[in-house]
């Protein structure tokens, strides 16, 4: 497999890097995790109309730029690096993976479009007030009713919950358990018996929600595939937002790196820079090794992403890939925060420098989709089978 990018995966790389390098400075990024909305939507609309990032992978007869998993994991790295405030990872790695799987080629024409136009965002909802990985955290129920469905129960973690225009949710039908009975449903925000409420994390700059359905009606086309039998789309969706987020990690570790190296070129002690010390260089070249291997596990599983929306022969390693991609750029990330901190000194802890943002950013994504543990389980279980 060759891991050289295109010229155009290294345009889209570097288009993305130098946007964002303007507009997601330091500054605006901690106006953005200030306000209700957790980001600039004039930014978002810039980024819509201008860039047209949000149908980097939609296929063209949906209106998109019919690109591939790694066009997206590189742009995901540069968000990272940024910290990029905005409803693309709920949108494009969540939303827009649901309706690539799940949804009918009626519904795919009418949410896409809404997606690609700017009009939409969209967001995935599947876990209960545990949060977890597994079918098992699914604990919104559903039932029929006449012509259409039920929704009762709760939905937690769910990122940009608040101000996503189509939640698509996860629910087991009542009764069941496991990978049993589940179901995707596409839900408007503007109908009665939906509750949304912010829900605060760690990350500020990563807004997410809680909902609540109380006998929330739906109508039968709402309905994405087939009834109860939803969780092995739902798994590989799940899979696919996991390399796009440890693409996000790695590119965090990827700054964290360079910002850190750049800081103690200039701090002195003891008449030289810090940067000269021994002590300095080992953890400057261990969190450089964790970036590379990060990087390595992420755009390996891109390009098993890619073959697993195509239908392609490596379709069947997606869950291993996603899983070594996770697993590795979780530790590393949340690894290199600490090192960065370390390295900065007192001032590390201190709101002045963006060093807490990305400390803050590593440890939430850390617990999103499953942390480490898990996923070295899973992969154990892999290897076990």
């Known amino acids: 497999m060759d891991f050289v990018f295109t010229e155009e995966q290294q345009m889209i790389r570097d288009t993305a890097e130098s946007f964002l390098a303007e507009v997601s400075t330091s500054e605006a990024v901690r106006k953005a995790m200030a306000s209700d909305t ?32 790694v066009e997206l994991v590189a742009m995901m790295e540069q968000m990272g690096r ?3 405030c905005a409803p693309f990872y709920s949108t494009v790695c969540l939303g827009v993976n649901t309706l690539l799987l799940a949804a009918s080629d009626e519904q795919k024409a009418e949410y896409l479009a809404a997606i690609c136009e700017g009009s939409l965002t969209a967001t995935l909802a599947y876990c209960g007030a545990r949060g977890g990985r597994t079918a098992d955290a699914i604990t919104a129920t559903w039932r029929e009713d006449g012509d259409g469905f039920v929704l009762n129960g709760d939905s937690s973690f769910v990122v940009d919950g608040m101000t996503a225009g189509l ?40 807004k997410m929600a809680s909902l609540s359905f109380n006998n929330f009606k739906l109508s039968a086309a709402s309905l994405l595939g087939e009834s109860g039998k939803a969780w092995p789309v739902l798994d590989k969706v799940l899979d696919l937002a996991s390399i796009a987020l440890a693409a996000e990690q790695m590119g965090g570790s990827q700054q964290l790196l360079d910002s850190t190296v750049e800081y103690t070129k200039e701090r002195v002690q003891f008449n030289r820079p810090i940067a000269s010390f021994q002590s300095i260089k080992h953890k400057a070249a261990d969190m450089m090794l964790r970036v590379e291997a990060a990087r390595s596990a992420v755009y390996y599983a891109a390009c098993v992403a890619d073959e697993a929306l195509q239908g392609g022969g490596l379709a069947d390693e997606l869950s291993e890939a996603a899983s070594i991609a996770k697993a590795y750029c979780s530790d590393a990330y949340f690894k290199n925060a600490g090192e960065s901190i370390q390295m900065h000194g007192g001032v590390g802890f201190t709101w002045e420098y963006d060093v807490h943002l990305y400390f803050k950013r590593a440890k939430g994504s850390e617990h999103m989709l499953g942390n480490a543990a898990f996923h070295r389980e899973r992969l154990a279980g892999v290897i076990l089978d």
């Open 167 to 206: 939640i698509l949710v996860a629910a087991r039908g009542e009764g069941s358990s496991g990978e049993e009975g589940i179901s995707l449903f596409a839900v408007p925000v503007d109908s009665s018996g939906l509750e949304r409420k912010a829900q605060p994390m760690l990350d500020q700059t990563r």
């Open 38 to 69: 957790g980001f600039d939507e004039a930014l978002w609309q810039q980024i819509c109309a201008e860039m047209y990032w949000q149908a980097i992978h939609i296929p063209e007869e949906f209106g998109g730029m019919g690109l591939g998993y």
């Open 82 to 84: 940024y910290l990029l």
